[in-house]
């Protein structure tokens, strides 16, 4: 059996002094060859790993048979991103995990392949949109993240007449303001959304559901059925002493600044960020990565990683992590901070942290760590970004009356993804989801149950 | 894009705009924010909201050029757009019956507290409002607030008008007069917020600030805008911007409202020697129209 094919990738060296992308994607070649890998299995296992079910040996052989356009059709029937798709999903975890050449050797890279597939047809091919037959039925999707795009998408295809509403100024929810250029550069997120907006998906921009109009106003405007993919919202802090100093920022601050403000190029663009000489990130998620390369790509001499558990547990992806420590980002695990000093100008200085160990699992299967005692030490830092998760958008819930939500703040819903309120369903962060693909796999599951709740409808009022 | 209906200087460097944006107009409430980004490469600002008209489905708002972004948008006029602002934004201020209010502003505070002061007086409350300003030619809207006020005192810091001294001498000439005051509300410079808290705590009044930290999205996603509040670190955007005066971490505050200060001063001074070169060299350019 052939080797999987390595995905090309740009040297550490020179892809951390730019924003573009780190991965450069497969030849025609090498596509062809990987695809040749694939057994096409005749129930294949693959599938059953993909929450939005793409037909995988199906597009598979049609780029091992070169036939470009077969390929991204099949993606495309099931899956409204797949160029996002094969560059931010774990294919590790999903469908590459249930790939029968793993068993011996290597699974297909099913995501190396989506991405050439897709990058083929949108240098390739001019947008074909699909033929679409109108039932002029209004619905609005709410939150234009992976959940809302993918609902917005399939509710578009299936001839409804879909609105996107979005509180930020631009569209793509954390594929924009959270994911980095260098993860996911903005024109592959562009062509897909010119995709979407083929389908005569209309977006209305600057418009927070709840406080711009309510979910009712949006039933008064004739919206029969309402999406809500609100995403996550507040990030979490540690709750220690001196977070607040200057120079501690979210991960999802540091972010936007970076990728939908564009603060890296401040001052042609106006939002400023403080670029860090010696870097703390605290946190080992896929966030924490984004932001440690992101502050390396910013000029810092030293960016620590800060982790209280050791890199096995890390939830980051492998590749993200193996990618951020060729760039030279530095790993200190069982480490936990206690503590944040400042000058006395109230900027950040240093950060007191403990050492920790692993104990037995806790619920999460994850050896839990404690602190050991007596193990006090400083990182001195000048810029430290909090990558510890977040909790959901409260804005939209607490706003909309019967919209019941859990102790986590996320939205209660039924098997369909139906919320309390009858016709209103919800998806992705905001329900509990966790990553892009996940929530797609919400957003694509509400659009079929939407359907079915309209086509149950009385006509004059559906 | 959003619509310049009406441009009004009103004093040095303060300037008023009526902007057409129908749907902020018909949901906004007093003591609500928008978020102003002006061009595609402009930063996100908040803008307390000043007034709305919901027949005409306008807002405006009411600021003081001091950094890059409040000159560009200064140099805006009569019909040009700006391209996104997202609100109304943060929790409205809590109108009922207090009794007697006493409404501090300074700055371009002033023009915001006129929507708070409307409502509470609708509700019924005896509205003293004390006005500061640096001198007569920067107060503003005198008209407005005397017609929507039961009393209005007006300090300057120069004594050319009203009262010699700040707002607090005021407040506390009041007090010690034996008013009864059952809940200050100010919205101004953060120093003049601190001195009003400071004096109302002595005298156990309750008391409400309108806070102004840095925000980016201003929908509660950054997290740039915490404050600590009893303790507690709160988002200023999604559950203030209005916090018990005697509660907040004034310190903490005032360094992180000066955390960019370096960089801020480096765009803005940018900004004036482009715009001083692009006179030179166009002076049709639109950028300098009053």
């Not at chain 2, 018990?244 to 409202?257: F, G, M, N, Q, Y």
Request: hydrophobic fraction near 40%; charged fraction near 25%.
């Amino acid at each position: 059996m052939p080797q999987k094919i390595e995905m090309p990738q740009r040297p550490a060296d020179q892809r951390t002094k730019d924003f573009e992308e780190v991965t450069t994607g497969y030849s025609e070649k090498e596509a062809v060859a990987e695809a040749a890998r694939c057994i096409q299995c005749k129930a294949p296992q693959c599938v059953k790993g993909c929450p939005v079910n793409i037909d995988i040996p199906g597009f598979i052989k049609h780029i091992a048979g070169k036939n470009y356009e077969e390929s991204i059709k099949v993606l495309k029937d099931k899956n409204n991103l797949p160029a996002v798709c094969g560059r931010v999903c774990p294919q590790e975890n999903q469908c590459e995990k249930m790939c029968i050449l793993g068993k011996k050797g290597e699974a297909i890279g099913i995501g190396y392949l989506e991405r050439f597939a897709s990058d083929w047809a949108n240098k390739n091919l001019d947008l074909v949109k699909p033929n679409i037959t109108s039932n002029s039925i209004k619905v609005a999707v709410v939150g234009s993240g992976p959940a809302g795009l993918t609902c917005a998408g399939d509710l578009a295809k299936a001839g409804y007449e879909v609105t996107v509403f979005e509180s930020l100024h631009d569209i793509g929810g954390v594929l924009r303001y959270g994911i980095p250029e260098f993860r996911l550069p903005i024109n592959v997120l562009d062509k897909e959304i010119d995709f979407l907006k083929s389908l005569g998906i209309k977006f209305v921009l600057n418009c927070l559901i709840g406080r711009t109009k309510s979910v009712e106003d949006l039933r008064k405007e004739g919206f029969k059925a309402v999406f809500v993919g609100t995403g996550a919202g507040l990030p979490v802090f540690l709750n220690v002493e001196g977070e607040n100093l200057n120079h501690i920022y979210s991960a999802n601050e540091f972010l936007v600044r970076v990728n939908l403000m564009r603060a890296f190029a401040f001052p042609e663009y106006d939002t400023p960020i403080y670029k860090g000489k010696n870097v703390a990130v605290i946190g080992g998620g896929n966030t924490a990565m984004d932001s440690a390369r992101t502050a390396i790509r910013l000029g810092a001499a030293s960016v620590k990683l800060i982790y209280r558990r050791t890199e096995t547990e890390m939830p980051a992806r492998v590749e993200e992590s193996h990618h951020a420590k060729e760039e030279g980002v530095e790993f200190v695990t069982l480490t936990n901070p206690v503590k944040f000093l400042g000058d006395e100008k109230g900027f950040v200085k240093a950060i007191e942290c403990v050492k920790m160990k692993l104990t037995e699992p806790d619920e999460s299967g994850r050896r839990k760590p404690v602190k050991i005692e007596n193990s006090n030490f400083v990182i001195e830092t000048d810029l430290v970004v909090l990558a510890l998760g977040l909790n959901p958008n409260p804005i939209l819930p607490s706003l909309t009356q019967g919209l019941e939500t859990d102790s986590h703040g996320y939205i209660i819903v039924d098997d369909n993804l139906m919320t309390r309120v009858p016709g209103i369903f919800a998806g992705g962060d905001i329900v509990g989801g966790d990553t892009v693909i996940q929530a797609m796999g919400m957003g694509k599951k509400a659009a079929k149950s939407m359907e079915s709740y309209l086509k149950q409808q009385p006509l004059e009022s559906a | 894009m959003f619509k310049i209906i009406s441009k009004e200087v009103m004093a040095h460097n303060v300037k008023s705009y009526v902007i057409s944006a129908p749907d902020i107009a018909k949901n906004a409430k007093a003591g609500q924010f928008v978020m102003v980004r002006i061009d595609d490469k402009g930063e996100r600002v908040p803008l307390t909201i000043a007034g709305t008209d919901i027949e005409k489905g306008s807002i405006r708002i009411i600021f003081q050029e001091a950094g890059k972004t409040t000159k560009h948008l200064g140099r805006l006029g009569e019909g040009d757009f700006i391209k996104d602002i997202l609100g109304p934004l943060g929790i409205p201020t809590e109108i009922k019956k207090y009794g007697t209010v006493a409404a501090i502003a300074g700055g371009v505070g002033t023009a915001e507290v006129l929507p708070v002061i409307n409502y509470l007086r609708a509700e019924g409350n005896k509205i003293i409002t004390i006005i500061g300003a640096r001198n007569k030619d920067l107060i503003l809207l005198e008209n407005e607030i005397k017609q929507n006020s039961d009393e209005l005192i007006i300090t300057t810091d120069d004594g050319s008008k009203g009262v010699k001294g700040f707002v607090t001498t005021a407040l506390e000439d009041l007090i010690k007069k034996g008013v009864k005051i059952d809940m200050v509300y100010a919205i101004g410079p953060v120093p003049m917020m601190r001195s009003v808290s400071k004096l109302t705590k002595e005298y156990s009044i309750p008391a409400f600030v309108s806070l102004n930290p840095i925000m980016v999205d201003g929908t509660g996603m950054c997290g740039a805008c915490r404050v600590t509040v009893d303790g507690r670190t709160r988002f200023a955007c999604v559950e203030g911007p209005e916090f018990d005066a005697h509660k907040v971490d004034w310190d903490e505050l005032i360094s992180r409202l000066a955390l960019f200060k370096e960089l801020e001063k480096l765009s803005d001074d940018k900004f004036t020697k482009e715009r001083n070169e692009c006179f030179e060299d166009n002076p049709e350019c639109k950028c300098h129209r009053k």
